[in-house]
């Protein structure tokens, strides 16, 4: 269980690819978990990143069932570069 969880949005002006789906998932803006754990041990306050959670489908589709899926910040970031290259 993380000890803190961040709350953020990612836009894609373009389809995402997402690894074991069949189809890509719409343009729009996802919910994004971050679950971020205190590093134990050090003489300051530190976290680090444990997990990255998108929540599907888009916020602007409302009548799909909705599904977590946990991803890595490679693949973010590389969903994130492939739609600004897009562009």
Known sequence: ???????????????IVLRDFDAPQAA????????????QGLSFVATRRTGIRLHLPALSVSDLATSVVKITQGELDAMIANDAALR
């Open 1 to 15: 269980m993380p000890d803190r969880e961040i709350e953020d949005t990612v836009t894609f002006r373009h389809p």
């Open 28 to 39: 729009g803006t996802y919910r994004l978990i971050v679950d971020m754990e205190e590093i």
